[in-house]
């Protein structure tokens, strides 16, 4: 499932539906993937928020790269897509931050199905409105599934057993899928971003016809709590709140969207990012390098605790992050080639030498999730699950525990680049003139370390002469973000650091990252080019998992299988969001458990916080 949440733990449980209405149906106000929600229908607000909290203030924050649309459809297929703009949207439910895979409803007040799972039906609230006063109405839904999965390889993937959007009433509508049994596909057809389809089909301020395929600078119509007030091309957005949103006294919405303007301002270097936030010309910064939370956070204004610097934990989610070559490339073919990178990696002095020992290597697909993981050796349901795929998997599968390599000594790394030549020279290479080449055509082993952030450059760098020691040419390149985007979508590349978030509760995304159908999508997720019958064959137990137990043991079983393909060459993890602010900001007493920091949505702009902070620059 691709919300990042968390488990609903330790409280009060509630069945999962409002009413059974008149014609029979069970009409829930909030879904859970484990049928039971902390809500009750007549809930007022969210426990983790405060209600009196004060409206107003300007916050501003960080933006990495650049932008020239804002056309969500075509995010990751068309140009840069500037990230705000989803703000102004609203989908059918909404997450709470302090359940598992638990949402309530939104634009939907209410949501049925039947107990297999075969369809389901929204029934949208009478008082949603697009900001021009327009109604919100079972046609826009139905336009914006269309509009995504024709031209968003992402969620054409997500979406691709939602056989069709249908109008059954003036405020319903109903998805049908293509089998029953997928209990995840009534949940996540409620995440869907509801579009204007007037709009959309509309023209603009020159008489021009609007296209939904295609990449756009005008502001678009939404029905959010914000909307673009204003913005310079690939520099700034900055969002207001609406005030007469027609959802601002809604349960879901008591105590957040309490600033009156959210403000991006876009870096294509994060060094620079970080100067304009000492300047305090940014409020906020959420810090993911190492380096720089070691060393660039040592000025006044945080020794008078003017900026404050505070990690919050990471609950809500896994991730594999990875060195990942392109399996489209003949020369990555070879498991044994793929292991033998893994090997040249020498993780524990890259974590020593410009991490300051922050980080833990990932051994996991989903890496921080702790009952997802596989551990130890495959037992009991997960056991019985990969016996399914005996003989379509590495036999390392059933007997050993997988693991890095482990470096950090010149003696260890010499082991490791010694079995990684063995390696190669099993898949079919070998040395020559001290150069790695294909003994059987003699063409030389070479890879490009491509990335788009200048801070993965000095790690590719310090990985650059561990290949080269095995007879590898190696050339880094570091690429503007649209660039990069376009060689991903052509897959045009032989390495790349490419990450994917996990969450809780894994279902339908999984056929994205590893399935056999999106290895080929421009602008899927399937970076690595996985095709693979076992691997789609898991995903299959993951997605149709029963209860809980079914699906952490098929969980952990693609875990596994997925390690042992040896597809990428896993690189670290930190339990934990670094994040810097100046002291404007109020936030609740207590924090939802998997929301993270919560900011900007449920914290607030203080004005005596403020004032005892200084005037901003």
Same mark, same amino acid.
């Given at each position: ?25 069970? =009409? ?21 928020? @405060? ?119 003036? +405020? ?9 049994? @997928? ?100 409020? =906020? ?19 008078? %605790? ?24 003949? %020369? ?101 003139? +001290? ?112 209860? +809980? ?14 390690? =042992? ?12 969001? +670094? ?39």
């Amino acid at each position: 499932m691709a919300p990042v949440l968390g488990f609903n733990s330790g409280v009060a449980i509630t069945p999962a539906f409002a009413d059974d209405g008149p014609d029979g149906l069970k =009409w829930r106000h909030g879904l859970s993937l484990f049928g039971t929600v902390k809500y009750p229908a007549d809930f007022k607000r969210f426990d983790y928020v @405060n209600p009196d909290a004060p409206k107003g203030g300007t916050v501003r924050q960080i933006a990495i790269g650049t932008f020239d649309n804002f056309n969500v459809v075509v995010s990751g297929v068309k140009g840069s897509v500037a990230g705000a703009v989803a703000l102004i949207y609203e989908s059918l439910t909404t997450p709470a931050l302090d359940e598992v895979s638990t949402e309530y409803g939104s634009l939907a007040e209410a949501a049925s199905y039947p107990d297999d799972f075969s369809y389901v039906i929204y029934r949208l609230r009478p008082q949603a409105k697009w900001h021009d006063g327009t109604p919100v109405t079972p046609d826009d839904v139905i336009f914006s599934l269309d509009a995504f999965k024709k031209h968003h390889p992402m969620f054409s993937a997500y979406y691709s057993h939602v056989v069709r959007a249908e109008k059954i009433g003036d +405020r319903e509508v109903k998805f049908v899928f293509d089998m029953p049994g @997928n209990r995840e596909l009534p949940q996540i057809v409620g995440q869907l971003t509801i579009l204007p389809k007037h709009w959309w089909e509309g023209t603009d301020s020159q008489g021009r016809k609007r296209d939904v395929s295609a990449t756009t600078l005008e502001k678009p119509l939404g029905s959010g709590a914000y909307r673009i007030k204003d913005f310079v091309a690939g520099r700034t957005v900055v969002l207001e709140r609406v005030k007469d949103h027609w959802a601002r006294d809604l349960a879901i919405n008591v105590g957040r969207n309490n600033f009156d303007e959210l403000r991006y301002e876009y870096f294509r270097d994060p060094t620079v990012a970080i100067e304009a936030f000492k300047g305090d010309q940014i409020d =906020w910064r959420t810090e993911n390098s190492a380096k720089a939370w070691a060393t660039a956070y040592q000025f006044p204004a945080v020794t008078d %605790k003017r900026v404050v610097l505070e990690e919050f934990p990471n609950r809500s989610s896994g991730i594999m992050q990875a060195f990942a070559p392109n399996l489209r490339r003949a %020369k990555f073919a070879d498991p044994r080639v793929r292991r033998a990178l893994n090997y040249a990696f020498d993780f524990e002095e890259v974590n020593k030498q410009l991490f300051f020992g922050q980080y833990k290597r990932i051994t996991s697909f989903f890496d921080g999730a702790e009952e997802l993981m596989a551990t130890g050796l495959p037992q009991d349901k997960e056991l019985g699950i990969l016996e399914t795929v005996r003989g379509q998997v590495p036999a390392e599968v059933f007997t050993t525990v997988y693991t890095n390599p482990v470096g950090g000594n010149p003696e260890a790394v010499r082991g490791n680049l010694r079995e990684a030549s063995r390696l190669l020279k099993e898949a079919g290479y070998e040395v020559r003139d +001290r150069k790695l080449v294909d003994s059987r055509t003699g063409e030389p082993f070479a890879i490009e370390l491509l990335s788009e952030d200048p801070n993965f450059e000095r790690v590719m760098l310090a990985y650059k002469p561990s290949l080269e020691r095995l007879g590898m040419s190696i050339s880094v390149r570091t690429i503007d973000p649209i660039q990069y985007e376009n060689r991903l979508r052509d897959w045009d590349f032989d390495i790349v650091v490419a990450s994917w978030p996990e969450s809780l509760s894994p279902g339908n995304e999984q056929r994205e990252f590893w399935g056999a159908k999106s290895a080929d999508a421009p602008g899927s997720r399937n970076i690595v080019g996985i095709k693979n019958p076992a691997i789609d064959k898991l995903i299959e137990r993951v997605i149709f998992a029963k209860d +809980r137990e079914d699906l952490v043991a098929a969980t952990k079983a693609l875990d596994r299988v997925l390690l =042992w393909n040896h597809y990428v060459v896993p690189q670290w993890n930190y339990p934990k969001v +670094r994040t810097a602010r100046w002291d404007r900001f109020g936030r609740p007493a207590e924090l939802p458990r998997y929301g993270l920091s919560g900011f900007p949505a449920i914290w607030w702009y203080d004005a005596e916080k403020a004032a005892n902070t200084g005037k901003r620059s």
